[in-house]
C-alpha cells in the first residue's frame, strides 16, 4: 500500500489496504467485515487536518462517491448532503437552489463531513461552527447498523461533532440559510486600537477577524457584512483578485518565506514591510467565494479556543513573547470567534468563544514557537482545535469539555472494539 500523507506533511500512515466506499450498503458490509476480523477503519477526507486525527493504521476509507446534494426541503431550507461532498462544490451546488451555509471557515478544501467532525469554524460572534448548522446526521456503526439522528435526540451533542470516533459518516443534514451576499472590507491597523474596541467591533459586526504580524504592532483587519441584496455584487475585478490573491498571498509569499527560512534574521523586518504594503479594500460577492480563501503555502498551525474576554490578553503575551525570543515568525497570528453552542466535543461549546491560531512555515521548525503558546494557554480554560496540533491528551482535556465523559460512554456503545480508532484519537479520548 503506499504511504499516505496529510496536506501538511506531518503525519504519514502506511495503511494495509484502501477502499473506495460505493453506497451505504458497501459501507455497512465494510464495517462489519471489518469489525469481525479484528480490524480497524479510518475514513480519511481531503487531509487538511494537521493533527493525525485521520492516520489510517489497517483500512483506509475514502467517501469521495458519496457526495452531492441528496435532497432539499425548499420550506425549511435543510438539505441532505454527502458526506464526502468538498466545500468547494457544496457551495455553488447550494447557491442552484438559492441556499447558502450560514458560516464558513476560511478554507474550502475540506470534506463536509471531514470539516464537522473536526469542529471547523468561521467567524461571527453570532454564529457557531460548521457542526452547529446541522440538523441530522446518517452514520453507519461498527455493527454495520445505519443510523440517522436529529438535532432531538439525546445523543445529538456527540454525533454532531464525532472526531470520527464513532462510525462512518455517510450524510449530514444542513440547515441552511437563503443565499447571501458579503461585502467584505479589509484594512490594515494598530494592534492595539483593535484590541481596546474589540468586543465593540465583534458586536456589532457580521463576521471579524484579524491578522496581527507578529514582530510589529501592526495588524490587518476582516469586516464581511451580510447583504440580501442579489444586485449588489461588486466583486474585485480580474487584476486586482490575482495580483492580491495569487500573486502576493500565495506566490510571493511563498518566495518570502523560502528567503527568510535562509535568512531568519530579516523577519521582523520582511514583517514590517508586508504589514505596512497591504492596502485597504472593498467588494461584494458570493457568500461562499467571501468566506473562502485560497492558499498554496504549506505551513504548520496550531489554534486554540479560550473565553472571548481572554483574546487581548493572551494576544498581549504573544506579542511581548515574540519581542523577546530569538524566535522568527513570518506568518500572521489569525484570530476568529464564535458564538457558544451545546455540542459535546466543541470547542465553542457553553462560551462566547475566541479563536488564536499561529502558524510556521513547513521548512522551519514550528516546535519552539508552539511550545511557548501551548504554555501560555495555561491560564486561559483553552481547548485546542481537533484538526491542529496540540500536545494534549484525555486527561487535560476531561476538564476542559463538561460532557467529555459523556462522549466517551457514547463512544463505547456504539464502537465498543474501537474499529473506528487511532493512536491520535487514544491519545485525545483514553
Not at 461498527?142 to 464513532?166: K, N, T
Not at 472590507?185 to 483593535?194: F, G, I, R, T, Y
Amino acid at each position: 500500500m503506499r504511504v499516505w500523507t496529510n496536506w501538511a506533511g506531518t503525519v504519514r500512515a502506511r495503511p494495509r489496504t484502501e477502499v473506495m466506499v460505493r453506497d451505504v450498503r458497501h459501507a455497512q458490509d465494510l464495517c462489519r467485515t471489518t469489525g469481525a476480523a479484528g480490524g480497524a477503519l479510518k475514513v480519511v477526507g481531503s487531509g487538511h487536518s494537521f493533527t493525525a486525527i485521520a492516520e489510517a493504521t489497517d483500512v483506509l476509507v475514502r467517501v469521495d462517491r458519496l457526495s452531492g446534494l441528496l435532497s432539499v426541503e425548499r420550506g425549511s431550507g435543510r438539505v441532505w448532503v454527502g458526506a464526502g461532498t468538498p466545500l468547494h462544490v457544496l457551495g455553488p451546488l447550494l447557491a442552484g437552489e438559492g441556499l447558502a451555509l450560514t458560516n464558513m471557515g476560511d478554507i474550502d478544501r475540506q470534506t463536509v463531513a471531514g470539516a464537522v467532525s473536526t469542529g471547523t469554524h468561521g467567524t461571527g460572534a453570532a454564529y457557531t461552527g460548521l457542526a452547529g448548522q446541522l440538523t441530522g446526521v446518517e452514520l453507519v456503526t461498527a455493527d454495520g447498523e445505519v443510523r440517522r439522528y436529529d438535532r432531538g435526540d439525546p445523543e445529538w451533542g456527540g454525533v454532531a461533532l464525532s472526531l470520527g470516533a464513532l462510525g462512518i459518516v455517510t450524510a449530514l443534514q444542513i440547515q441552511c440559510v437563503p443565499s447571501f451576499l458579503l461585502r467584505a472590507h479589509e484594512q490594515p491597523d494598530a494592534l492595539d486600537s483593535v484590541l481596546e474596541s474589540l468586543d465593540e467591533t465583534v458586536d456589532t459586526t457580521d463576521h471579524f477577524e484579524f491578522y496581527w504580524f507578529p514582530h510589529t504592532d501592526r495588524v490587518q483587519t476582516k469586516t464581511n457584512t451580510r447583504v440580501l441584496d442579489a444586485g449588489a455584487r461588486d466583486p474585485l475585478p480580474t487584476w486586482r483578485a490575482r495580483l492580491d490573491d495569487d500573486l502576493l498571498s500565495n506566490t510571493l509569499f511563498e518566495g518570502v518565506n523560502r528567503l527568510l527560512t535562509r535568512a531568519p534574521r530579516l523577519t521582523p523586518a520582511a514583517n514590517q514591510v508586508a504589514a505596512r504594503a497591504l492596502s485597504a479594500r472593498t467588494y461584494t460577492d458570493t457568500s461562499y467565494d467571501v468566506f473562502a480563501t485560497r492558499r498554496t503555502v504549506r505551513f504548520r498551525e496550531s489554534e486554540y479556543s479560550v473565553p472571548r474576554a481572554s483574546v487581548p490578553e493572551l494576544l498581549r503575551q504573544l506579542h511581548t513573547w515574540c519581542d523577546r525570543h530569538d524566535a522568527r515568525i513570518p506568518f500572521p497570528v489569525e484570530v476568529r470567534f464564535a458564538a457558544a453552542d451545546d455540542l459535546w466535543l466543541s470547542t465553542a461549546y457553553g462560551r462566547e468563544t475566541g479563536y488564536v491560531a499561529v502558524h510556521q512555515y513547513h521548512r522551519r521548525d514550528h516546535r519552539a514557537y508552539f511550545e511557548a503558546f501551548w504554555a501560555m494557554l495555561r491560564d486561559h480554560d483553552a481547548r485546542p482545535h481537533w484538526g491542529k496540533m496540540h500536545d494534549l491528551d484525555a486527561d487535560e482535556l476531561r476538564s476542559r469539555y463538561p460532557r467529555f465523559d459523556d462522549f466517551v460512554q457514547l463512544r463505547d456503545t456504539l464502537d465498543p472494539r474501537r474499529v473506528f480508532s487511532n493512536p491520535y484519537l487514544e491519545r485525545v479520548l483514553g
